[in-house]
Every structure is written in structure tokens, then in C-alpha cells.
């Protein structure tokens, strides 16, 4: 461990962002001279919202958007497993809690997710849950032992799927639910078949 994040623990605040590259260090420093001063810690301040790292050019956008980005996600009442309805947001969360935005970030993704049909406060409840998962995480050794756990894909339907995770779940055994009605099942392949002598690829000839 370098000497730098020994003293990690001393300090009220750390950068949330610590990237080492042999001795070049991103991140947000102000006390770090104080602890070592046989070590010359220089920094090189933002300018214009840009920060060169190495041969990176690292530049700050308030948007952290895409222009194509449009902002919806599977609506709360679509006709898909709560799992797969959250595994969008379960990202924007680990985005948030891991990669540091601007305050304005939270409220903006509490927007997103009420105009997907969902409750404001689902935010507040998976950012718990994660912020949870992290500290236990680095706050033991214990690791879950997943290995004999076995997984099912099952096809989604309310009716008949609800409250099944529970009872396989007494059995080891986690379900993964899958969508039926896929616009592939409807129009099929529409691609145009190519045979196997046009394709490329590196092939295998067995010789006597």
C-alpha cells in the first residue's frame, strides 16, 4: 500500500476519485503536503473545465448526457419484471454514488425516474441499498459463496410469476425472467442469409 492511502483513514474527507498511475495521481487534494513533507506533492489546477491527465485531456460536462440520450426507461407499468424495470436505475445509482456529479444529479435522476411512472422516493431507497452493500462489502472479508447457486429462466407473466422468487429462492436457486413477446417472435429474421463458403471467419480443414 503506498503511503499516500495510509492516511486515508485520518482524514475527514478523501477524494471520492483516486486514479494511480506510477506516480501520477488524479485526484482532489489540498492536505496532502501537510502529512509528508520529505515528498513534494505539485498539483495542476482545472482550467476551463479541463484537466490534463497523463495523455488525457480530462474535460468536465454538466450534462454527463448523451444528445441522443432520451431519458425513458421501462415505464412502471410495462409488462416486465420489477427486475429488469430497476436494472436501469440500479446503474444511474452506482453511477452516483461512484463516479462524483454535481449535486444537481441527484435531483435530476429523481426527476427522470418520476416521469417513468415511478415513485420519487425509489431513488432514496436504492441509493440506501447500495450505499449498504459498498460499506459491508468493505467492512468484511465474508464473502457470499454463490458458487452453488443455480439460476432458472423462466417466462414473465404477473400472474403466474409472483411470489415464485421466494419459494426457489428456499432452494438455492435464483429465477431470471425473460420477455416472450419480442418484436423478433412477431417478424422473425430479417436478415438475408449468407452461405457459409461467403462468410468470413477462419475455418478448420481436416486433412488425411
Same mark, same amino acid.
Given at each position: 500500500m503506498s503511503k499516500e492511502t495510509e492516511i486515508k483513514d485520518t482524514f475527514e474527507y478523501f477524494p471520492r476519485v483516486w486514479f494511480r498511475y506510477v506516480d501520477d495521481? %488524479?485526484?482532489?487534494?489540498? #492536505? *496532502?503536503? &501537510?502529512?509528508f513533507p520529505a515528498i513534494k506533492v505539485t498539483y495542476e489546477m482545472e482550467? &476551463? $473545465?479541463? *484537466?490534463?491527465? #497523463?495523455? /488525457?485531456? /480530462?474535460i468536465r460536462n454538466s450534462e454527463n448526457m448523451k444528445e441522443t440520450a432520451t431519458l425513458t426507461y421501462i415505464p412502471n407499468d410495462s409488462h416486465h419484471s420489477f427486475q429488469h424495470k430497476m436494472a436501469s436505475f440500479n446503474f444511474l445509482i452506482h453511477c452516483l454514488l461512484n463516479i462524483p456529479l454535481s449535486k444537481g444529479r441527484f435531483e435530476h435522476d429523481k426527476k427522470l425516474i418520476k416521469n417513468n411512472g415511478y415513485s420519487a422516493h425509489l431513488i432514496d431507497k436504492l441509493k440506501r441499498k447500495h450505499t449498504f452493500k459498498t460499506t459491508l462489502y468493505n467492512s468484511t472479508t465474508f464473502r457470499r459463496d454463490t458458487d452453488n447457486s +443455480? %439460476? /432458472?429462466? #423462466?417466462?414473465? $407473466? *404477473? +400472474? %403466474?410469476t409472483r411470489g415464485l422468487d421466494k419459494v426457489f429462492k428456499n432452494s438455492n436457486i435464483n429465477l431470471i425472467y425473460n420477455s416472450k413477446n419480442k418484436l423478433q417472435t412477431f417478424l422473425g429474421n430479417l436478415k438475408d442469409k449468407i452461405d457459409? &463458403? $461467403?462468410k468470413s471467419g477462419i475455418y478448420e480443414i481436416s486433412l488425411e
Open positions: 495521481i %488524479f485526484a482532489i487534494i489540498l #492536505l *496532502l503536503n &501537510n502529512h482550467r &476551463n $473545465e479541463q *484537466l490534463p491527465f #497523463l495523455d /488525457v485531456l /480530462v +443455480k %439460476f /432458472v429462466s #423462466l417466462p414473465y $407473466e *404477473l +400472474k %403466474f457459409n &463458403n $461467403e
